[in-house]
Structures are given as structure tokens and as C-alpha cells.
């Protein structure tokens, strides 16, 4: 949900439900990358609440689309990592010699 003017949309606040910290540190770091960004945070209104609010407001564009492209360069940034690791992994099975498995009676 947004809580924002109708006649300025370079500052809204976003209310996310079911979500925490986890995505809401993420999304403020990813934010704070971006240029047109000139304030963002996150509250939690209650630990018992499963929601956060985070407040964006941008140099003039639309907090909305700001917002919405940090969230899609996070997903790029997850998909970068799963990938990475997912090689990883393979890698470092291709690289252990196949041990003999004798079974002991």
C-alpha cells in the first residue's frame, strides 16, 4: 500500500505486509545506490506486526518507479548470487576426487 501525495509523487511511503527487516534492509541498500534518491528508511511499527513502512523520496521522479526499480535490480542482484553459488557448488563437486566406497562388514 502507498501513503503519498497526489501532487507530489517524488515522496511516498510504502507499507509491505508479511514482510521484515530481511527485505527492508535489502531494499534500503539498494535505494541508497541509486542517484535520484535523496532520503530513504524503513520503520517497523510493532515487532508482533509482520509489516514494514519504507519512505522514499527521490531528486523529482516518482517514488513508485524508483521504488519498483531497486526492487528489480535486488531480484537481479539475488539471481546473480544463487547463480554464483549454484556454479560454485558444481565446481567444488567436480573438483573432490570420487572416493572408493568400501562397505566394512
Given at each position: 500500500?502507498?501513503?503519498?501525495?497526489?501532487s507530489?509523487?517524488?515522496?511516498?511511503?510504502?507499507?509491505?505486509s508479511?514482510?521484515?527487516?530481511?527485505?527492508?534492509?535489502?531494499?534500503?541498500?539498494?535505494?541508497?545506490?541509486?542517484?535520484?534518491?535523496?532520503?530513504?528508511g524503513?520503520?517497523?511499527?510493532?515487532?508482533?506486526d509482520?509489516?514494514v513502512?519504507?519512505?522514499?523520496?527521490t531528486?523529482?521522479?516518482?517514488?513508485?518507479?524508483?521504488l519498483?526499480?531497486a526492487?528489480?535490480?535486488?531480484?537481479l542482484?539475488?539471481?546473480?548470487?544463487r547463480?554464483?553459488f549454484?556454479?560454485?557448488?558444481?565446481d567444488?563437486?567436480?573438483?573432490q576426487?570420487?572416493?572408493?566406497?568400501s562397505?566394512?562388514?
Amino acid at each position: 500500500m502507498e501513503h503519498g501525495s497526489f501532487s507530489d509523487h517524488s515522496k511516498s511511503t510504502f507499507s509491505l505486509s508479511d514482510e521484515d527487516h530481511t527485505l527492508a534492509n535489502s531494499v534500503r541498500f539498494v535505494l541508497n545506490q541509486d542517484p535520484r534518491v535523496s532520503f530513504c528508511g524503513y520503520s517497523i511499527p510493532h515487532p508482533s506486526d509482520a509489516r514494514v513502512n519504507i519512505r522514499v523520496q527521490t531528486t523529482g521522479d516518482s517514488a513508485r518507479e524508483v521504488l519498483k526499480d531497486a526492487c528489480q535490480d535486488l531480484m537481479l542482484m539475488c539471481q546473480h548470487v544463487r547463480s554464483t553459488f549454484e556454479k560454485a557448488v558444481v565446481d567444488h563437486k567436480l573438483s573432490q576426487p570420487v572416493k572408493d566406497m568400501s562397505i566394512k562388514k
